[in-house]
């Protein structure tokens, strides 16, 4: 080991580094000033897209869909302002004693108003938790009337179901960027159908319609998907794209029975869900307590943290998923415009109207068939043969209204030409950081501001808990294994390193060049300076590696220290020491 690996005077540099030229530049304070401002960058972005959805929605699709009775027919009542304005959705669906509500108390990091938990079906009702300055329970009937939420639709599932609605109000970082619901849990046989007083399948759906994400628990040792589950289940086709599956409690088995475990939920999943993939589960114990069995401690904690990493980015994906619910909306509308002008052509003018349309409504399938060829429509973008028959049944086709041209070319345009347009406004990865930066804001790039601050738990799964392990200022010097030099200086430079527009959370070595090159320092220099930096040997600088490139070319600049021959050990990223030591062979 060199002398000057274990140089202390590297490690008093480094506590003064402070970023330098980068951090002077401007770069990074340019980045501080506007880094209070990056989540109103994201509000504002996800307001100008609701806006132009209400102006798309009002002037093209609803009058569409009161003419041909939408709400009626898919019983989704017409959506108001508030629906678009609103906050992502989050809602947990399962048997009971599954884990849903423990789930968002670990989620939350608290107890929530009307928390109820136990091995017994004890959630009886559906609760909407959702952020304010006190904690408090909301009535249903309340509820639905509210004019800033969006379950004013709820009110035609009646009383009996308002009466089981509520909303748990408190104070949470967590719900100022989502909204979770938490439904009853499912029951099996005459329980199910008889004892709930409404539509169970019915209000899942309603809710499904406007989730961003549905996550699907099951319990690891009850893994039979009854009737009514499945019944659940099939209410949420149409939305795969937004179900997670989690198979909660699979600490409580050991290896060999939980890969057998795992495999009967694909199976029993395969033959419920109408999808050709296979869906995505998460295994592991989401709730705040230790792991029973340490088995599988490693492969729940990535679990985990993917599972956490979806509920993350919810906020970043809003505008597109309102988009997204929008466009399965119109398809649906104007498909039902077809079906609806085709039937009513069908009918007679005088004579035999109700002789004709039950012989429209049993040979459906045909009539399905002929509209898609004729209009070149999408199997997909019908509804339901069964349920639609059923609705057909209760009306006089003679009472529907002619198909009108101009209002599906209206609806053609909107999906041909508005939303495109509206979707050219959102980030791609074809913009320029330029275009990026005008999009977003200056500070699109800063990280995690736009996260929902989901739990990150180590202890729970069995690793040494280090007693300054949650100390917002690091760890210190007595600590070999964990200390770094360097930990305030990444936090400095953080935001100059975000600015940068990093791809995957690497700098793109053009980038990184042009980034050294402008310290003014030698080729020679930067290419010594680069060697020592780049740790993992991949021709990218990440956000560690990036900060010790700076304060390297900061030594020799400012305090015309030599480039040294290794990096000396307090100055390694200690993520990085293993990697290195493996590849020099020697301790560092």
Known sequence: MSELATNPDWAQEASTFTGGSMASSGIGAEQNRTGDAAMDNLTD????????????????VLPVEKRFRYDYFYESPFLTDVEFDSKPQVMLV??????????IRYLLGRDFPGQRIGPEPTTDRFTVLLNGPEERTIPGNALSVHPELPFRGLERFGVSFLSRFE?????????KSITLVDTPGILSGEKQRVNRGYDFTKVVSWFAERADLIILLFDAHKLDISDELKGTIDALKGHEDKIRCILNKADQINRQQLMRVYGALLWSLGKTMSSPEVARVYVGSFWQEPLQTLDNAELFEKEEKDLMKDLAILPRQSAVRKINELVKRIRKVKT???????????MPSLVGREKKQQKLIADLPNVFRTILKKYNLSPGDFPDISNFSVKLRDVKFADFSPLKQDQIDSLERCLTQEIPKLMEELPSERDTPETLLKKMGKSSATGNVYNVPVPLRSDKFGKKEDENAANPF???????????????SAERLFDSFQALGPEGGFLPPNVARDVLLKTGLQKEQLRQIWNLSDIDRDGLLDHHEYVVAMFLCDAVIQKGRPIPQQLPSSIVPPSKRELLNSRSGIGL
């Open 45 to 60: 972005r996800t307001a100008m897209v609701a806006k132009r959805l209400k102006e798309i929605y009002r002037k093209s």
């Open 474 to 488: 690091g760890f210190g010097a007595d600590n070999e294994d964990q200390y770094w030099a360097l930990h305030d």
């Open 94 to 103: 399962g048997q009971y004693s599954v884990g849903k509500t423990s789930f």
């Open 167 to 175: 909303g748990s109000q408190l104070p949470s970082s967590v719900l």
């Open 336 to 346: 039902l415009s077809y079906i609806i002008g085709h039937l009513k052509q069908q």
